[in-house]
């Protein structure tokens, strides 16, 4: 089955303690791309990676990196988490040409206290 | 500010009725997406329309296009109560502007009424 798929979906940790989301993708898709989700102001793109070894940065890449060493893997990692990271994270995955839609994961509620 | 603004934020209508909503955005597109997005769920790809086209349709749903207004629309007929969820407009911007990144709005929550 073709999907995103994202881990974990839910974490509670502590600010300050470094932490990686996981997202892989089986669709073979060039570009993949991280959003965070906040009531009341939609998605906003973190992170996003046309291929291998090729990241740039979204609207609000500020406290997060990512990797892209595999096609398939894109992780974001958060080194020293905020509270004000807390929020529903999305990883999403598409075909570049002819910019088709995005394949969304099923989301990682992230809670920093 | 947001690229896309769905209006009105939020739509409550009863089951059978047809429900729209309304997307403006403020720069040239390369094609405007809609999702779907069930309660803290993933986002679901609903149809994609590019600039060039002005209609399109997909089962119960048709999305219009209007880029000298720089707006769009989903009209979703026969609505029923599986349709309850947040519907987003995302924008893919044109090439002159680089299209890697894909804007979203914020969000119109839709409820239907059984």
């Known amino acids: 089955e073709a999907q995103v798929t994202q881990n974990p979906r839910y974490l509670i940790t502590v600010t300050g303690k470094k932490l990686t989301v996981t997202c892989s993708q089986n669709?073979?898709?060039?570009?993949m791309s991280w959003y965070r989700q906040d009531p009341g102001l939609g998605l906003r793109q973190i992170y996003y990676?046309?291929?291998?070894?090729?990241?740039d940065k979204g609207d609000v890449p500020e406290g997060y990196k990512v990797s892209r060493k595999e096609k398939r893997n894109f992780p974001l990692i958060l080194e020293s988490p905020s509270p004000n990271q807390t929020s529903l994270y999305f990883c999403?995955?598409?075909?570049?040409?002819?910019?088709?839609?995005?394949?969304f994961g099923p989301g990682t509620r992230l809670t920093v206290l | 500010s947001q690229q896309g603004e769905e209006d009105p934020q939020a739509l409550s209508i009863q089951e059978g009725e047809n429900a729209t909503m309304n997307c403006s955005y403020k720069?040239?597109?390369?094609?405007l997406q809609w999702y779907r997005q069930n309660s803290g769920r993933g986002l679901v790809h609903l149809i994609l329309?590019?600039?060039?086209?002005r209609e399109k349709h997909s089962g119960r749903l048709r999305v219009t296009l209007d880029t000298s207004k720089k707006s769009s629309s989903l009209l979703i007929t026969a609505s029923r109560a599986a349709d309850t969820a947040s519907y987003f407009c995302?924008?893919?911007?044109?090439?002159?502007?680089?299209?890697?990144?894909?804007?979203f709005g914020t969000g119109t929550r839709l409820t239907i009424i059984p």
């Open positions: 999403a995955s598409s075909p570049i040409y002819p910019y088709n839609e995005q394949f």
């Open positions: 669709m073979n898709h060039e570009y």
């Open positions: 990676s046309m291929n291998v070894e090729v990241t």
């Open positions: 720069t040239s597109i390369n094609n």
């Open positions: 329309i590019r600039s060039n086209e």
């Open positions: 995302a924008t893919a911007l044109g090439a002159n502007f680089g299209n890697e990144k894909l804007t």
